[in-house]
């Protein structure tokens, strides 16, 4: 079953036509952010430290796999692979979060999210304003707004508080 990001509007019915270079290149890049942000949120979920990290780490892993999910629908409808691993550099950093605890890892964890989450509105702004597949900017369009709210939140509680 389709997801709600490859619905079609009948007037301008391109599904037949898959995603082209600069949205198959979004897709790979987009998910191996997303891999490397949700195993990010998954140690934060685990360490069981202050609660409005946590709350975070929920809130945007929720984003990041209906995201996922809706770009998984649409590689698997056309027969596109995706990643399925992140790269090392940013394996190290999750390494490094890991072997943390209590406040000097919910510091690292804010400041992490917060690059990660720059570079991922970057990545699905650049599909919005360049990609030219209907489901895969439709895709990127539906999630960037909520990818730019977890930003804010990460900003807040970066600002709020002495991390």
């Known amino acids: 079953m389709l997801s709600s990001c490859c619905k079609t509007d009948p007037e301008y019915d391109h599904s037949h036509v898959p995603p082209g270079d600069t949205d198959i290149h979004f897709m790979q890049v987009a998910t191996a ?29 929720s984003v990041i796999s ?8 649409i590689a698997v409808y056309y027969d596109i692979t995706l990643p399925a ?28 999210h917060a690059v990660m989450t720059s570079s991922m509105i970057s990545i699905f702004q650049n599909e919005v304003d360049h990609g030219i597949h209907q489901w895969v900017t439709r895709c990127a369009a539906t999630y960037l707004p909520q990818l730019k709210d977890q930003q804010r939140i990460t900003d807040s509680l970066l600002h709020a508080r002495p991390w």
């Open 85 to 112: 691993a992140s790269n090392v550099g940013p394996q190290k950093t999750l390494d490094t979060l890991a072997a943390l605890y209590g406040h000097a890892f919910d510091s690292a964890y804010l400041r992490q």
């Open 33 to 61: 952010a997303s891999l490397s942000a949700l195993s990010a949120d998954s140690i934060a979920l685990a360490k069981n430290g202050d609660s409005t990290v946590r709350q975070l780490a929920r809130g945007t892993a």
């Open 66 to 73: 209906a995201a996922q999910s809706d770009l998984l629908t």
